[in-house]
């Protein structure tokens, strides 16, 4: 288990996601956000060049592996939200994404010793290299209790 004081700025960590096939994209997008850059590949491409996948897709699959890899093993007591959070290019069919995750402060709460906030940026890139979606997220996380642990 980790916890809030294994944790340093400036540590990354990165992951890939596993490419979103174009079934999967249309499907997807059918049940959580139908619109027809997302679900018709003949008007997606007219615009985009191709069918892109929902922002919201990208973001779920671009945190699973954070979620899987590293934040099941953490002490977390619960997010704080999202901050600076986009999308900033279209995210295509079979595209794996490069994922970094880079810790931007640790601090310890003032008022409840037993956590603190751990802050982080977490960025994806295409195959391209181009940055497609990034966010900051705060998130409260327990800190080691040197009688229990």
């Known amino acids: 288990m980790k916890y809030l004081d294994d944790f340093a700025p400036g540590q990354v960590y990165r992951f890939r996601s596993d490419p979103m096939s174009k079934e999967a994209i249309i499907a997807f997008a059918k049940e959580w956000d139908p619109q027809r850059l997302h679900t018709d590949e003949d008007y997606a491409t007219t615009i985009h060049g191709s ?11 671009v945190f699973r ?9 953490v002490a977390n007591i619960g997010g704080m939200g999202f901050d600076n959070f986009r999308w900033l290019r279209p995210v295509r069919p079979n595209e794996p994404l490069d994922i970094e995750l880079t810790i931007n402060s640790v601090t310890p709460s003032k008022s409840k010793p037993d956590r603190g906030v751990l802050h982080y940026t977490v960025s994806a890139r295409n195959p391209k290299g181009e940055v497609v979606f990034s966010t900051d997220n705060p998130v409260m996380i327990r800190r080691k209790q040197n009688d229990t642990d």
């Open 65 to 73: 592996p954070v979620m899987a890899e590293l934040m099941a093993d």
């Open 51 to 61: 069918l892109i996948a929902s922002g919201f897709q990208t973001m779920l699959e």
